[in-house]
């Protein structure tokens, strides 16, 4: 069985550092297709993998006529 207690502190940093930066490509991507930076940096920052692919699946919005 598995025993999180085993875990070292470079491997925790390690995994948290990784999910920082899967939650900031989340964010990235969905900025570009016109959405709100800061809430998908919080989005991603919380859910990590699963926010990156639904940042890849959601349509870029559509630009707005002035």
């Known amino acids: 069985m ?6 070292s502190p ?10 920082g930066i899967v939650g900031t490509a989340a964010a990235v991507v969905a900025t570009r297709k016109g ?3 800061g809430w998908w940096l919080l989005f991603g920052l919380i859910g990590g993998t699963p926010s990156l692919v639904v940042a890849l699946l959601i349509q870029p919005k ?3 006529e002035i």
């Open 2 to 7: 598995f025993d999180i207690s085993q875990l």
């Open 62 to 64: 559509a630009p707005r």
């Open 35 to 37: 959405y709100a930076l």
């Open 10 to 19: 470079l491997t925790v940093a390690g995994l948290c550092l990784a999910h």
